[in-house]
């Protein structure tokens, strides 16, 4: 079997435990090197996760004899080109979500990954967790009927860091981001939502800064067709008071629907026949454990990972198409 060894760009905050650990928890699979431009914090994620390499300097990572993949875990609007320079070394990409700032930045890096003929992943991992698989089994097993459309919803208060940093804080950072937190989080529902139906082919939207905590939008609603007639409907506002805070999504079919949460993991709640029916949500301790598994399993030739750079990429043009960028 051949041994997967991984560097990451830009260890922050999602490397430590959702995603960072797992590359060396998979068979196969061993975290390397890591790479951030902060001396004393790179040193420090080294020796905390037991990571025998560290470095400052992305190129040198990328250049790393001792390196076969790569984990690109920076800001947005640097993906393209961390992912575009491993895969012109020959290098297979793990890209974090949204996979792009920009739709035309996903172009980009898909066309390389053809040109080169090296894979490019993105981690929307919740096409690999036992509760979203779990709705996807209810849905192809015709358990609702057949699906007639998908209600989100997604408010929450603005966290002191989003108030405090401004557009100072990189999420909030159109440049960097993309867009706001609604670029951030809704990317994960829509990625979803094209795992379960197909793409979207239609999608308008309206957007607005309610809270004047920062310049790009607080506040998004939308409505969308996907390509088998599924109608969609979403709302998103993330500077509310603290009475509204919600995370639900809804897909109603002809004989039934189904409740779920994006974020919370809250139990999946089917209704069909005047009957409810609760299934547990279980998560790996590593939540991107799984899809990690499935990129290294298709880097070993023993399977595939159904989140590509292909799959992602549409994601990312929907939610132009929504805020009209």
């Not at 860091?161 to 867009?179: H, I, M, N, P, T």
Request: hydrophobic share 35%.
């Amino acid at each position: 079997m051949r041994n997967i060894r991984w560097g990451i760009i830009g260890c922050g905050d999602v490397t430590e435990l959702k995603s960072g650990p797992a590359f060396s928890k998979v068979e196969g699979s061993k975290l390397q090197i890591v790479m951030r431009r902060d001396l004393l914090k790179v040193q420090d994620y080294a020796n905390r996760h037991n990571v025998p390499e560290w470095t400052i300097n992305a190129d040198a990572l990328i250049n790393n004899n001792d390196v076969d993949a790569i984990y690109v875990a920076t800001p947005p609007g640097s993906h393209a080109e961390y992912a575009i320079k491993a895969m012109k070394a020959g290098k297979p990409v793990y890209v974090e979500k949204p996979m792009g700032a920009t739709y035309e930045q996903c172009l980009e890096m898909i066309k390389v990954s053809e040109e080169t003929r090296v894979p490019l992943f993105v981690a929307y991992y919740r096409r690999s967790l036992p509760g979203f698989l779990k709705v996807k089994e209810l849905i192809d097993n015709g358990e609702i009927g057949k699906p007639l459309y998908v209600n989100i919803r997604l408010t929450r208060p603005a966290l002191d860091s989003e108030v405090q940093g401004g557009d100072s804080f990189w999420r909030l950072d159109k440049e960097k981001a993309g867009g706001g937190i609604f670029y951030d989080l809704a990317s994960h529902q829509f990625d979803y939502l094209d795992y379960l139906f197909g793409h979207i082919v239609e999608a308008t939207g309206l957007t607005a800064n309610r809270g004047g905590y920062y310049a790009v939008e607080d506040t998004v609603s939308a409505s969308f067709r996907f390509e088998n007639g599924v109608l969609g409907n979403g709302l998103w506002s993330f500077v509310t008071n603290d009475h509204v805070d919600e995370d639900r999504m809804e897909i109603v079919g002809s004989e039934g629907k189904i409740i779920f949460s994006g974020f919370k993991h809250h139990p999946i709640m089917m209704y069909k026949n005047g009957e409810e029916f609760e299934f547990p949500y279980l998560n790996p301790e590593n939540i991107q454990y799984n899809l990690i598994k499935q990129v290294v399993e298709q880097l070993q030739g023993k399977g595939n990972c159904v989140s590509t750079g292909v799959s992602a990429a549409r994601t990312n043009k929907v939610m132009e198409m929504i805020v009209g960028r």
